[in-house]
């Protein structure tokens, strides 16, 4: 019988972050509102009109913002890749509500609302795991900015895609269904990627300079670990991306494919790094 203790150990090890990691109640309420107004907008968006879809996607997205804060900062905060997704989704969907007010013929509300409701669905599956007790009260704005970039350049992809989807029915002799000037999206799609580029950038730079005062001075946070190498992969990818836009004027397919693989590697840089650890591992950790 003692033999089999310290395989119960183990096992109990095992579950720890995932009893550590399971939501309360109201979190799980909120979330699951949030992607059923969700997902009412993207079945009734093709029937509907434009005034009572904008209602219930600003419906949605207002219930998004209170599940995102009662979920970071009810309690005990939690991070991690789900919450991460969640959060890029609501602030896509932030710059979507500012950018049709200025722009109305912009017509990704279904696309939108689907993606927010995944990600919302998920963010309760895998709520995350609680923040280090040594970690300084500026790491909540670190993690801010890292998560403004990853919302920025969720912003720029989606641009990205409208692009491909006006030339693809210009080719086709046929009206955009986007309304908007593929020119200015373009100009769009790289206001975000220099927006998003300035935020990573420095959160980088935050994390090489102050990881002992962000995460307290046991935990060494800048190490060469999948996230960092990726991250660094990420931001030479944009890098890259911006100084050929300036010098060597790219545009077009060239520009997406090497902004798809900046945002594909960033996605795996926290995102990626993070559900290997909470779902296949099954370890926490900031």
């Known amino acids: ?74 309690g005990q905060p939690r991070f991690g890749f789900a919450p991460a997704l969640s959060v890029t989704a609501w602030l896509v969907l932030t710059v979507y509500a500012v950018e049709s007010r200025l722009f109305p013929q912009l017509s990704v509300r279904r696309v939108l609302a689907a993606l927010g409701a995944l990600a919302v ?6 709520p995350g795991t609680p923040l280090h007790v040594s970690a300084s009260p500026w790491l909540p704005l670190h993690l801010a900015l890292g998560i403004a970039s990853y919302g920025l350049f969720g912003a720029a992809v989606v641009h990205a895609w409208l692009m491909t989807r006006a030339e693809k029915q210009m080719r086709q002799a046929t009206e955009a269904q986007a309304g908007v000037p593929l020119l200015t999206l373009e100009r769009l799609t790289f206001r975000f990627v220099t927006a998003g580029f300035v935020l990573l950038s420095a959160t980088l730079l935050a994390g090489l300079l102050f990881s002992e005062t962000l ?63 909470e779902v296949i591992l099954g370890r926490g950790g900031a």
């Open 121 to 126: 669905l998920l963010a309760v599956a895998f």
């Open 215 to 277: 995460y307290g001075p046991t935990v060494r946070a800048w190490k060469w670990d999948h996230k960092t190498v990726f991250s660094i992969l990420a931001w030479l990818s944009f890098a890259v991306l911006l100084v050929g836009r300036a010098r060597f004027g790219w545009r077009g397919r060239t520009a997406k494919r090497v902004l798809y693989a900046g945002a594909a590697l960033l996605l795996l840089a926290y995102v990626g790094s993070r559900f290997v650890l």
């Open 1 to 74: 019988m003692a033999l089999r203790h310290p395989e119960r150990n183990g096992r109990a090890a095992k579950l720890a972050p995932m009893i550590l990691a399971s939501p309360s109640p109201l979190s799980v309420a909120l979330g699951i509102a949030t992607a059923a107004a969700y997902g009412m907008t993207a079945a009734s968006a093709s029937r509907l009109g434009r005034p009572a879809t904008q209602a219930l996607l600003g419906l949605a997205w207002l219930l998004h913002a209170l599940t995102l804060a009662w979920s970071l900062g009810g």
